[in-house]
């Protein structure tokens, strides 16, 4: 039996319509409901069949949910759940996908100072977004994160486990300060510095962009791809795992700082030495499962 | 008929491969020989029947040969070349696919003062290193750039360039100095920002690599791949192409300076208006066939 019978899913982009496409092939007899704030993804949800509702405002999406699963860029979480504050049935339990945990868990708690919250975050995506660029199984051999706050039901954290299990996902439970820390050097901060590298390339005088695009083989379209993610969900990270990534940013500034200089001076063992360190990350990534195996990310060569 | 009908490539790892494959697949009257200064690369090389010989020698693998491909890393082009001297016929191009053109330039004239030298550099690749890696289609659809001295025979160039478009590259003939800026910001900072990245995440102390492993999949991962690149062959672009290098690097940490401002200050607007920019790159490199169409470089999603 799955964990939960009715599934409401408020945010319908890229992840809350991989979810709402992974209930329908891994749970088919539970019942999906659809909200999104922008009437045209609603239009598009209910023109792909997404799921089996698709309401016409968040209160009415929820009114008959046992799971309530936040899909939305953390820094609108606060006001998505207030939306829902009352309309939630009592023993609903409330989750989200958002990529900080600390603050997202205090503007959920805030909003919805009754109801029992469960904190997830999958970590998994691509760079498409939008109702139409999920798939069911995005999650599959992916990693999610529960960060319950103490105290919270262990039957809570079960299901919503459970739901996640059934989803495809690995599943790991992490203080939230923790997880903001984690996600801001595996996540955040190679998103900051994909989006600032394509910036700067873009801004040069003496080489065009159509230089740019043409020679991106070489290494630079690897980044191109993250930093054509969402701008809005983007944003609100930075803004709201400010600390974590700060101070991760400030280390990553110190290596390359260390690593102009080696360069500056000609100390070529000190790049060598580096350079050889880093091929040992990229071989445990691919032994677990979480990266593809296959040269240049299995990209078609023909 | 082929632009050359005996062909010596010298250095046999993913390029030198990858261009002996695509000699027997495209252009299967060429006799190709190969040479290695590594004696457990000629071995393999022979084992997996890469081309028609593999010579001893370096000498020895020119002596017949219309056209020398030297492909070594740049920081061993100037001795490569030096080894073939005495042995290379009257008459014979020498070219070669250093990823730094001004430098690799000056060392192959004054090694080979009266050879006639086109070099080349076909911009492609993978992570991957070593003779089992290469393969006959790496160069599909890639752009090859020549950076032909003043004064080269034209008709010299215009025989590399066809090989190179027998092999499925597009050519595009720019000048040294301005090739190696514009691989500056397409290839060489990517490099040594995913390097730094990827060292940066291994040296955290309250954040584990078994961590960094799993949760690699919200970004990290990207970085992992081209920061597994050959060590010998990234040291020596840095060493080599010092200048431009250095160049952008400041650019880049100017930006990023700029945006963990705009995080401190909660300049959210800033933030937004570069995610939207950095999109449109993107869509040009899809478009211009430089990078997978399919979500996630078409990784595998099972």
């Known amino acids: 039996m799955p964990p939960f019978s009715r599934v409401t899913v408020i945010g ?3 992840i809350g319509s991989s979810i709402a496409r992974g209930i329908r092939a891994r749970m088919p007899d539970v019942c999906v409901t ?7 993804v609603r239009d598009t949800a209910r023109a792909i069949d997404l799921c089996d509702t698709v309401a016409d405002s968040a209160g009415a999406s929820v009114a008959e949910a046992d799971l309530v699963v936040l899909c939305v860029p953390v820094g609108a979480m606060g006001a998505a759940a207030a939306e829902i504050a009352g309309d939630l049935p009592a023993g609903a339990i409330v989750s989200d996908v958002g990529s900080c945990k600390q603050a997202v868990a205090t ?3 805030e909003a919805l100072s009754e109801a029992v919250i469960v904190p997830a975050h999958p970590v998994a995506g691509t760079e498409q977004s939008g109702p139409e660029s999920g798939f069911a199984s995005l999650f599959h051999g992916r990693w999610c994160i529960l960060t319950p706050p103490e105290g919270t ?5 079960d299901r919503v486990a459970d739901f996640w299990r059934r989803l495809g996902a690995e599943i790991e439970q992490m203080a939230p300060d923790h997880h903001d820390r984690v996600l801001a050097i595996t996540s955040h901060l190679p998103h900051l510095i994909a989006y600032t590298i394509v910036g700067t390339a873009s801004d040069l005088e003496e080489v065009t962009q159509s230089e740019v ?5 070489g290494g630079f379209r690897d980044f191109t791809r993250i930093a054509a993610s969402d701008p809005t969900m983007w944003r609100d990270v930075f803004l709201t795992n400010r600390e974590a990534v700060l101070e991760m940013l ?19 063992d000190e790049l060598f030495d580096l350079f050889t360190r880093t091929r040992a990350i990229r071989r445990g990534i691919v032994e677990q499962g979480q990266d593809d195996a296959k040269p240049d990310f ?3 060569h023909e």
């Open 12 to 14: 319908l982009g890229l």
């Open 34 to 40: 659809g909200y999104d704030a922008s009437a045209e």
């Open 107 to 109: 503007a959920l708690r």
């Open 153 to 157: 039901d262990p039957a809570a954290i």
């Open 213 to 217: 695009v043409k020679y991106s083989a």
């Open 250 to 268: 400030q280390r990553f500034s110190e290596d390359l700082t260390a690593l102009q200089r080696a360069i500056r001076w000609g100390k070529g």
């Open 298 to 300: 299995g990209r078609t």
